[in-house]
């Protein structure tokens, strides 16, 4: 089982250099270099949590704008969100670090994971629709009807919309923004 976490790490890596997906940003936020710059960063946090086996990385989203790296989803204990926050402050290119990780201990069942699933993906496509938004920019994780938004925007405007937006999908029960609005 300990032989799969590399393989594991590389798949991880390869995949998040294929895609650059850790950094969906607006592309007038940053320079190309500053660009390359978080999604190496962000390959290198992902395939490092990959590698430690004490942290669920399938179930954290690592976004990074100008070395700024947040994390967000669930975890299941308050070590594995301390382990996270760990191995991530010892990732080269991290300047900071914003750990907005949720601790949830009790087991998912499968029902709740297809109902939160469908709640995702209503908020993610509601967030497409609104005109005002750029919704690449913002990553959304629920669990047992919890919303959580996460990434970089630029104005308090777009963070109180997303979470307007968010709020209207059907299933939602609670919400936590933490978007984070560039300076």
């Given amino acids: 089982m300990n032989t799969m976490r590399p393989a594991l790490a590389a798949i ?14 607006v592309s007038d936020q940053q320079g190309v270099g500053s660009y390359f710059d978080d999604a190496g960063t962000t390959t290198k946090v992902k395939a490092k949590l990959a590698e430690d086996p004490a942290v669920k990385s ?34 080269p290119g991290v300047v900071t670090l914003r750990n907005d990780l949720v601790v949830v201990s009790n087991q998912q069942s499968t029902g709740s994971y297809i109902d939160d699933t469908g709640i995702t ?54 919400l936590r923004n933490d978007l984070i609005v560039m300076p």
């Fill in 12 to 25: 991880v890596t390869a995949l998040a250099l294929l895609t650059a997906s850790g950094c969906a940003v």
């Fill in 58 to 91: 399938s179930a954290i989203s690592v976004e990074t704008l100008k070395g700024t790296v947040q994390l967000a989803g669930f975890v299941k204990t308050d070590a594995e969100k301390a382990t996270a926050d760990r191995v991530v402050r010892a990732v």
């Fill in 121 to 174: 993906t209503k908020v993610k496509a509601k967030l497409a629709e609104e005109p005002s938004l750029k919704s690449g920019a913002i990553a959304v994780e629920t669990l047992r009807g919890t919303v959580q938004l996460s990434g970089f925007i630029k104005t308090a405007t777009e963070k109180s919309t997303a979470e307007r937006v968010a709020r209207g999908v059907s299933g939602v029960t609670a």
